[in-house]
């Protein structure tokens, strides 16, 4: 299995922008008619890098030494995560203001246990 960066000359920390750009100027240098051959490998290429999922998946797979060896480092490069909050409009509803989260004195949840 080729390495898609190596083959669109790209380095793996690049954007989506820049594996476009490069798909481009390697396709107008190489077209189908003059070398189908290496036509083929780019276009391979860039359906491995095209987008983020598709990227996620070479990355995850190409990291796995056929030796049996896994370059934990290089992935861990890689990896990235979506930490973004989707809130429910009904936490801010009237139910949540009623809630015991704004309580301040709980005296009357405590009983006094006979010694």
Do not use: C, W
């Not at 396709?27 to 095209?50: G, N, S």
Request: proline share 6%; net charge negative; charged share 35%.
């Amino acid at each position: 299995m080729l390495n898609p960066y190596q083959v669109l000359g790209v380095d793996p920390n690049a954007t989506e922008a820049e594996i476009k750009k490069a798909y481009f100027q390697l396709v107008r240098k190489h077209t189908p008619e003059r070398d189908p051959e290496r036509f083929k490998r780019i276009r391979e290429a860039y359906e491995q890098l095209r987008s983020a999922e598709a990227r996620s998946k070479t990355d995850v797979h190409s990291f796995h030494d056929p030796f049996g060896e896994f370059d934990l480092a290089a992935l861990e490069r890689r990896l990235t995560f979506d930490l973004s909050v989707t809130l429910d409009p009904s936490l801010f509803s009237m139910d949540s203001r009623l809630s015991d989260l704004d309580r301040v004195d709980f005296t009357e949840d405590f009983t006094e246990v006979p010694r």
